[in-house]
Nanobody, 123 residues
């Protein structure tokens, strides 16, 4: 059974930073595509960032140059470092794992999901 356990959400002021973590168990982590999605209130879940094939990464345009996705294969953990956060970044953030993701960004491509962590950007 594959499990994803997230941590690190909370309140942060505009312009501040926050790091989310997602620990994976039950599967060989190194070869797994890992991603972060988010879902704001009343909106659909959207792709934020992904890492796969060692060091390849992809981001949505709105977080490029602000967020960094990284992974520690020794700890089977993926991170999302969120810098210069803005109120529009407020959402529930989900960690996801895919056995195979053709487009990387599709919600339906991911097989396992974390429980979600609320991130609220407010002054």
């Amino acid at each position: 059974q594959v499990q994803l356990e997230e941590s690190g959400g909370g309140l942060v002021q505009p312009g501040g930073s926050l790091t989310l973590s997602c620990a994976v168990s039950g599967r060989t982590f190194r070869s797994t595509t890992m991603a972060w999605f988010r879902q704001a209130s009343g909106k659909e879940r959207e792709f934020v960032a992904a890492t796969w094939n060692g060091s390849r990464t992809r981001y949505i345009d709105s977080v490029k140059d602000r967020f960094i996705i990284s992974r520690d294969n020794a700890k089977s953990t993926v991170y999302l470092q969120m810098n210069s956060v803005q109120p529009e970044d407020t959402a529930v953030y989900y960690c996801a794992a895919a056995l195979y993701a053709r487009t990387i960004t599709g919600v339906s491509e991911y097989d396992y999901w974390g429980q979600g962590n609320q991130v609220t950007v407010t002054s």
